[in-house]
């Protein structure tokens, strides 16, 4: 089975559809997504930063309290998802999700990756890679 879509909310869409789809054919359940953790791990220095690709850039802060992640468009450019300093829950080193009240906005999962130990060089934000600038 196979969803394609044209951006949007296309994780959130492909679990509420597949879960249902595979619990009634195949009498599969589908595992949760990834949960944040209780407490704050250390070195999240390693994301924090601004990422940027050819529609938007996306700032990772480190607040008193935990991750905030800021997401805007470029000039220009209507595609993408504007969010204003929202702050993050911690899954792992490599994870975090937007803690907000609005659904969408709640299970989107960034992931960060790179070979330099000390900062990521990327982050995925749905489908889309975002460069360290």
């Known amino acids: 089975m196979a ?3 044209n951006g949007g909310d296309a994780t959130g869409l492909f679990r509420e559809m597949f879960a249902a789809t595979f619990a009634r ?3 599969v359940t589908m595992p949760q997504p990834p949960q944040p953790v209780k407490r704050r ?3 999240m220095e390693w994301i924090t930063g601004r ?12 607040q008193k ?3 905030a992640v800021e997401v805007t468009s470029k000039p ?6 504007t969010v204003t300093k929202t702050p993050a829950r911690i899954i792992n080193r490599h994870m975090i999700n937007l803690d907000s009240e609005d659904k969408q906005l709640a299970r989107t999962i960034l992931t960060f ?5 000390t900062q990521a060089d990327f982050v995925n934000m749905g489908m889309r890679l975002y460069r360290r600038s």
């Open 3 to 5: 969803l394609l879509t």
């Open 25 to 27: 054919l195949g009498r």
């Open 41 to 43: 791990p250390t070195g």
């Open 51 to 62: 990422y940027e690709n050819l529609t938007g850039i996306i700032t990772i802060t480190e």
């Open 65 to 67: 309290n935990g991750i």
């Open 76 to 81: 220009g450019m209507l595609a993408g998802l």
């Open 113 to 117: 990756e790179g070979d330099n130990q």
